[in-house]
């Protein structure tokens, strides 16, 4: 359980000031928050607020967008970012987007994908961090003996799944997820909350969602941003319960957004 | 409501008219060839026993035959395996040069490249597509050849090298274009899903982007090999013409269009030679034609399987 009200664990990932602009329309206004280590970090909001930019700037994928650009810090491990190599980077700091988007490739090249980009290519190692890697998500008992299936013919929770045991083969320290769940059905989406508590043990989450019931339910800390402004951010049941801001508490109450 | 659905069966019947009218032509063309390519083997008229070039060919004689020589005095021959196999060498060779440099050219087109700069060299792509083959085969001839002869130490730059090159240069815009077609219907998520693992964009595109693209570049190396294997102009102009299969790099060849170039005017109207470059042509089409069906049966799959 979260310690009420103080955000004092130690940080893993951190903004300070943070501004991401499109050409001249700033979608993100110096947002400064740190996501503390070994714990679920949910950002909500309503649409178009600036979670996906802020999230996507994490891990420098904003960049790849024309026109965008950032001012301000993100420290990973008390390191600027901008410090690290940018494929080392986004090695450590793992995504998962809101379509499952596996690769036309087998289960297995799938998962394999990253770490032979990472330079493994022995066979053995290969097997032993698919298997590794579907264990964690459980999809183990599920995919063994279809390893060499084209994963675009997976359900959309498989592949969800695979796309977050995809991630997971690179061994990141940070996973950032972006509305992982809003392509599947309730009962999915259940299961990969499950999976997220699970995850939190050895990872540093952030999700982003639309859904406050799941930010409620999976979340120890909780983010709430409007209008490219991060408003409050406290420990999950802080926010939901005594929220400090109006507007917050108008959001939370479902009075907009 | 009703406006829009007369016209909308206008345009229907607009397009429908203008693919029956292609297919017919093409039918047309094929009938045509087959018309007459065919009187080469059949006995037309008076057959002078004592003139062999009224002899009609035998099918197994033409398609098997080791040399070419219709004005051989006495026995004239018209097999085609040299001109098969010189049309075959030659664009297997162009596309053995443009198939690595035309999909790399078209990975950094459409990955590398952005905005207006993206369009600017697409547009200058697609513009040297339909240079004129006269003039490449200007530049084989006198600065080509002559660097080939000097460059390998060889009598005449005039050879299978040289026509090999140009054909390279020539298919090559129309890989790169078409190629760079496929690589654009690949999903952006596919390429998000790879740099967020830490791929660089070099490796998103070899193991990602490409194999995702597979069946648009084989369609595009499909059209690159229709382009360079029914080329006449440039490769009269630079291949050395000698109908006899070469041995090397460095000797002349005869593929089948430069034949039908070069013979058509001087052989005599309704003559057995005649119409054996006839049947040549139609060999030449059903070739085309199948590089083609083929190119098309890939790039309507590609379509369909990023359509979901
Ligand atoms: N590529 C882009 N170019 C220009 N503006 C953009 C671009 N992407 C997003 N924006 C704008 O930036 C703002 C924030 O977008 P963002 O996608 O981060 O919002 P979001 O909170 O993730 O919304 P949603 O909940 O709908 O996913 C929006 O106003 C959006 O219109
Ligand atoms: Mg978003």
Redesign the interface.
Known sequence: MSPEGSVNSPAKLATKNLSVFYGSFQAVIDVGIEFPACAITAIIGPSGCGKSTLLRSL?R?NE?I?GAKIRGEILLDGKNIYQLNV?????RV??V?Q?P?????SVFDNIA??P???GINRRQKLTEIVERSLKAVRLWDELKDRLDQNALGLTDEQRQRL?IA??LA?EPEVLLLDEPCSALDPIATLHIEDLLRQLKEKYTIVIVTHNMQQAARVSDFTGFMLLGKLIEFGTTSQIFTRPQHPETENYISGRFG | MKRRRIADRGVRVLFSVNAVLAAAVLLGILIFLLAYGIRAFIPAGAVDPEDPSTQPLTLGGFLFGASWNPDAYGQPEYGIVPLLLGSLITTVLALLIAIPMGIAGAVFIAERLRGGVRVAVKMAVELFAGFPSVVIGFFGLLVLGPALARVFNVPSGLNVLNASVLLALMSLPTIISVSDDALRVVPHSYREAAYALGASPWTTAIRVILPAARSGILAAVMLGFGRAVGETMAVLMVAGNAPIIPRSLFDPVRTITTTIAIELGESAFNSIHFFALFALGFILFLIALFTNLIAEALIRREKRSFTL
């Open positions: 891990n994928m790849l024309e494929l080392e980077l986004r090695k793992g995504m987007f379509r988007n596996a690769f036309p490739l994908y990253g032979r980009v990472h796309c995809r991630m690179v």
